[in-house]
Structures are given as C-alpha cells and as structure tokens.
C-alpha cells in the first residue's frame, strides 16, 4: 500500500525566505505527483502536476522536482509572502490518489 | 458551471441517521472523485467514477457508503446509519478525463458531524 510522507508537519518563516517542502512516497509506480494547497475551510487548489516521465515543473515562484527512483519530491517557494500562508499537500497516483498530511505553512509578515 | 460545486456545506445528524452528500462536477468532465478528509490529515480516497459507472470502490469504508452517478454528472455519496467515527470533511473532485494525466479539481466540501 503506497504511504506518503511530507516532512516537516508545519514551518513558519518570515516573509521573503525561500523554503523547501519535502514529500516521500513508498511505491515508485506512480502515474503523476501533484501539489495542491489548502486554505482553512476549503477545498484543495492543485498547484503543479508532474508526471511520471518528467522531473521537475514551474509556476511562477513555485518549483516541483520528482525523483522516482528515490521515492522523493520536493516543492521550492521563492520569496515566500504572507498570501503563501496555508496547507500544502502532496498526492501520487498509481491507480488511485494517495494524499500525505500536508505542511502547514505560515509566512509572518 | 465555475467550478465543483457541493451540498450542503454543512451537515449535522444524529447518529444512526442516513445523509445524502451531493456533488456537481465541472461540465464536460467525466472523471469524478469522492474523499473524506478528518481533522489534521490528507484527504482519503474512498471512490472514482468514471462516466456513469464507479470505475473503483476500494476506498469506501464499508457497506453504509454508496455513491451513485446515474447520468454521468451529478454524484451522490449516501451514508446508512451514520456513526460518529464519519464526522469528517467529504470533498469531491472532477478531471476531465482521469487523474493520471489531468489535473483534479476540487470542491469546497461538504463538513459533516454526527452527533
């Protein structure tokens, strides 16, 4: 059974810091990872999707990275803000979504 | 329609009752997906539909959950004899096709607590 593990539970930086958040997975068969963020009381807003086949996407001031073989993704965040302050969540699918507990993650003004 | 859209937004029942928990997907998208979320926790998978038929059930707990999606839009998650142990965030989600190449979009969930 695939276990996903993100790593730290939650982190508070002050703002303009870059950081690192860090999910790990136990099955490498995985169609796609995917990084969503969580706004207290809502719902999930996916915020990079990788592939299998890639390793790594950008947005904006978002990068993902996918290491496969090692079971490792990692979401880098330049020049966090005070709007970056929520719940980021990592998934991976093979067959079907498996979610980790996600980072909480607040940025001080 | 915007996007997933879900009632109602809150729900509270009496233990042993039975709550229905529905879901309008984004028009065109055939890939429908249910999860429960409890406090502190990533969300769990519990079932997929594909078009009308459930494509994979393995999540669902147990024999008191059901979902239906009879015209391939609309879904609902039907709890029999709910028990406080189901008090939990149940989030919906589509793609349009599935998730393996296409991103889910989410609702914002339906906050059930049984009594």
């Known amino acids: 059974k695939q276990e996903v593990t993100q790593i730290p539970a939650a982190l508070s930086v002050p703002e303009g810091e870059n950081l690192v958040l860090n999910c790990s997975f136990t099955?490498?068969?995985?169609?796609?990872l995917q990084w969503f963020r969580q706004d207290p009381g809502k719902g999930l807003t996916s915020l990079l999707l990788?592939?299998?086949?890639?390793r790594e996407q950008t947005s904006g001031r978002l990068n993902a990275s996918l290491d496969k073989s090692s079971g490792r993704s990692t979401l880098y965040i330049a020049a966090s803000q005070p709007g970056d302050s929520a719940t980021y969540l990592c998934?991976?699918?093979?067959?079907?979504?498996?979610f980790g507990a996600g980072t909480r993650l607040t940025v001080k003004p | 329609g915007a996007g997933v859209s879900q009632t109602p937004s809150n729900k509270v029942t009496e233990k042993g009752k039975y709550v229905e928990l529905r879901c309008d997907p984004i028009?065109?998208?055939?890939?429908l997906y249910w999860y429960r979320q409890s406090l502190g926790q990533g969300p769990e998978f519990l079932i997929y539909?594909?078009?009308?038929?459930?494509?994979?059930d393995s999540g669902l707990p147990n024999d008191r959950f059901f979902a239906v999606r009879p015209e391939g839009s609309v879904s609902t998650l039907k709890i029999q004899r709910t028990e406080r142990g189901d008090s939990a965030v149940y989030l919906c989600?589509?793609?349009?096709?599935?998730?393996?190449?296409?991103?889910?979009?989410f609702g914002p969930g339906t906050r059930l607590t049984v009594l």
């Open positions: 989600a589509s793609s349009l096709r599935d998730s393996s190449t296409d991103t889910q979009y």
């Open positions: 099955d490498s068969a995985i169609y796609n």
């Open positions: 990788i592939q299998s086949s890639q």
């Open positions: 998934a991976v699918d093979n067959n079907d979504m498996r």
């Open positions: 028009s065109g998208h055939t890939a």
């Open positions: 539909f594909q078009g009308t038929g459930a494509a994979d």
